[in-house]
Each structure stands twice: as structure tokens, then as C-alpha cells.
């Protein structure tokens, strides 16, 4: 009964029938937007409205499928696949590479009418047959008056390596999934941090216990002041502040640390830094205006204590400038940095505060995963090596000569065809 078991679940039909599962799954946590809060899945999802007829956000909610690739069941699948995939390996793969190994010899010539190719020679040098083979590579091997002879034994390796790397792809996966976090975090320029906007972890989840400053955020511009680059220089710190890691990241360059990864995404302007006339210096917080194709920020600079006279200033990027209105809506000029406007109440601009904003990622089953795909291209290449064998009978003087292939059928014919001329 055991052996029934072992045999269905090593069954390739079971494995694709699995697979197929797997993919259907994977295509519905593609579809729904994952990890979302549940505000999102009652707006996009309502019981009123139902996709598809039944699709509502209970339903998404009850069956996880707003964490697809985190709940039991989908990796219950994931492990079931790496059985099924376990299990051909050593009841199929390997008993068929032993099989290869050994020395198959013909005993009788009513066998070569199963080969793929096979024909009958006379008034034929046995032995200069012999040395055509061997000069084509070919392992031989000789009882008395029968060969046998094979070449590339290592193709059959490949479908072994196939299957321990979607294995180790499966279990990087897996560890990925219950061990892996993202966070996101808006953070002050030369402001310090900890990891706290967890958006998904898994149920294995460490969060590191580091913080980390940002030293200095700014943006690249062009002459035609498009943005080229953001860039955030960063300080991780120990549980006693000191530094022991620094990095300038930007986009699609992250800073590496001790298994996380912090990167470039976003950023935000927060407000002004200005000193007044009696050398006091207020802080004015930034707006972004809504429904603008383009980000602009905007602030009132007071000039009374009522309130109602000031400046309007406007901003829509850190080149170290922003634009001054007065009351009425008339443009007054740029107002650059250290520079006194010379207003109703003369003001000094000493500095524009941003936020830059990072992506925080662990993944500690990325590096199976990247390993596991680096087999599956070496199995890929071994694959292409063709496993070829040849049989020799002598008999009398008839010389009874076959052969059979894995692939390449017709260059092994034209091998063939060359040897018996």
C-alpha cells in the first residue's frame, strides 16, 4: 500500500495536476490586490456587487486570498509539489540513470528490430569499426564478440538537476514567505528611524532592531529640470547609536545590510525653514495641493499676528527655490536659499525641508532562489547533450550494428550512416 502511495504521488500526471493548482492560485493573487487593508477590498469588492457573481471582500477575507501566497493551504501545495517532485526523483530518475550506467548487452540479433536505427554489415574490419567508434567518442565495452557503446551519460543527469532546483526554488519560496517582511517609511531628512510601517511579514518574522538616520536627501535635475536621479545617504546605527553601516542609495540601488534591503521610492517636501527680523527662525509646513498632473506644495507665511497679510509660497522641487506671491495673487519672485526677501517684513529663506521616503525589504530565501534558477539554466545546458548507444553482434561474418538516441535524431543518423560506410 505504501509503495501504491509512493508510486501515485511520483506519478507525473499527479505533479502537472498539482502544478496546475499551484498556477490557478498564483493567478488569483495576481488578480486581487494583496496585502491591502480591508477598506480597500469593502471599496473595491462590496457585497452589493459582487465579481464575477460571487466574488465579495467576506469571501477574499475568510479564505485568505488577500495573502495568497502566505496562507496554509498554498504552502501545503508548495510542499506537496516538492514531494511529488522528491518522490520521482528516487523511484524514477535515479533507477533510470543506474540503468543507464550498466552494460546492456545484445545477446541475440532479433533485438536490433527494436532500435530507432540498425542494418547488417559484411566483409567489414571488426576492429576498424571499432576505432571509427571510439574516435566519436564513445564509451566500449566488449564480451567476446558483442559491444556495446554510449556517449553522453551526463544528459541524463539533467531531468535529476531539474528537479532539485524547482526543489530548492520551492523551498526558497517557502522561507521567503514566513520569514520575509516589506515596510514602507516616510522619514525627515536627517531624522533617525526605526522599522515600524510593517506592510506584510510573515508568521516567522524577525524585524531587526536597528535604526537608521538619514544623513541627506536630494534630487539630480537636468538643464531642462526633469528629474534624473533621487538620492538618500543613509547611517545604520547599533543599539548605542554608533554607526556601522553608511550608503548613498537611489533608484535601483539599494543599500544591503545584514540580510534587508533599503530602498529609493518616494519623497515629499515638508515645509520651510525661514528667519525673521529679530533673527527668530519659524518653521512652515508644507501642503501638497490635490488634483494637480504635476507635485506643487504650498504655504502661508504670515506677516501679522492676525494672520490675514502674509505670502503665499509655492514649490515644486528642491533646486533651492520656491516662488513668493503676495495677498493678491501677484508674483513676487523666486525666493532662494539664504537669500533676503525684502517684503513688508523682510525674511531670510535658510532652508526647505524634505522627507525621503524608503522601501524596506527582507528575503532570506532569495539566495535559494537564485541558486535554485542557476541549476535549472545548468540543467537546461546539460539537457542538450545527447545520450546516444550502439550495439555490435558479430555473427560469422555478418557484423549486426544499431543504435538509439535521446534527441538530435538526425545528426545521430548521419553519425550512424558515417560509421557504417
Not at 204 to 217: M, W
Request: glycine share 6%.
Amino acid at each position: 500500500m505504501k509503495q501504491n502511495i509512493f508510486k501515485s504521488v511520483a506519478d507525473l500526471r499527479f505533479a502537472i495536476f498539482i502544478l496546475l493548482v499551484i498556477a490557478a492560485f498564483s493567478v488569483i493573487g495576481t488578480v486581487i490586490e494583496q496585502d491591502q487593508s480591508i477598506e480597500t477590498y469593502k471599496l473595491n469588492y462590496p457585497l452589493t456587487n459582487r465579481v464575477f457573481g460571487f466574488l465579495s471582500w467576506d469571501i477574499i477575507l475568510k479564505f485568505g486570498l488577500d495573502h495568497v501566497y502566505k496562507t496554509w493551504w498554498f504552502i501545503t501545495l508548495i510542499l506537496l509539489f516538492g514531494i511529488s517532485l522528491l518522490t520521482c526523483t528516487f523511484l524514477q530518475q535515479f533507477p533510470s540513470l543506474k540503468i543507464a550506467r550498466r552494460c546492456q548487452f545484445f545477446r541475440t540479433t532479433q533485438q536490433f528490430c527494436r532500435l530507432n536505427i540498425s542494418t547488417n554489415l559484411q566483409h567489414l574490419s571488426f576492429s576498424q569499426l571499432l576505432f571509427k567508434i571510439r574516435e566519436n567518442n564513445y564509451s566500449i565495452f566488449q564480451q567476446k564478440n558483442i559491444i556495446y557503446c554510449y556517449k553522453g551519460l551526463i544528459g541524463r543527469i539533467a531531468p535529476i538537476i531539474v528537479h532539485f532546483s524547482m526543489i530548492i526554488i520551492l523551498i526558497g519560496a517557502i522561507i521567503g514567505s514566513v520569514s520575509g517582511f516589506k515596510a514602507q517609511e516616510i522619514v525627515p531628512k536627517t531624522e533617525t528611524f526605526h522599522i515600524q510601517n510593517v506592510l506584510n511579514n510573515g508568521q516567522f518574522t524577525l524585524i531587526p532592531k536597528v535604526s537608521v538616520r538619514i544623513n541627506d536627501f536630494w534630487i539630480a535635475y537636468t538643464k531642462q529640470t526633469t528629474i534624473t536621479q533621487f538620492y538618500s545617504d543613509l547611517s545604520i546605527l547599533n543599539v548605542d547609536g554608533n554607526e556601522i553601516h553608511r550608503k548613498t542609495i537611489f533608484v535601483n540601488s539599494p543599500a544591503k545590510y545584514n540580510g534587508v534591503d533599503y530602498y529609493q521610492t518616494d519623497w515629499n517636501i515638508l515645509g520651510l525653514r525661514i528667519k525673521n527680523k529679530d533673527f527668530s527662525i519659524s518653521q512652515y509646513p508644507f501642503i501638497n495641493l490635490p488634483n494637480s498632473k504635476e507635485k506643487i506644495w504650498l504655504t502661508w507665511v504670515p506677516s501679522n499676528q492676525e494672520l490675514n497679510e502674509g505670502l503665499t509660497v509655492l514649490i515644486d522641487n528642491l533646486q533651492g527655490y520656491c516662488s513668493v506671491y503676495n495677498t493678491s495673487g501677484k508674483f513676487i519672485g523666486n525666493f532662494e536659499l539664504n537669500e533676503t526677501l525684502n517684503a513688508d517684513t523682510p525674511i531670510v529663506l535658510m532652508d526647505i525641508l524634505s522627507s525621503t521616503g524608503l522601501q524596506i525589504k527582507a528575503d532570506p530565501g532569495i539566495l535559494l532562489i537564485y541558486l535554485g534558477f542557476l541549476f535549472l539554466m545548468i540543467s537546461t545546458l546539460i539537457s542538450y547533450i545527447t545520450y546516444s548507444q550502439i550495439w555490435l553482434v558479430q555473427d560469422k561474418k555478418k557484423i549486426f550494428i544499431g543504435g538509439n538516441t535521446t534527441r538530435a535524431t538526425f545528426d545521430f543518423e548521419l553519425e550512424f550512416l558515417k560509421l557504417v560506410k
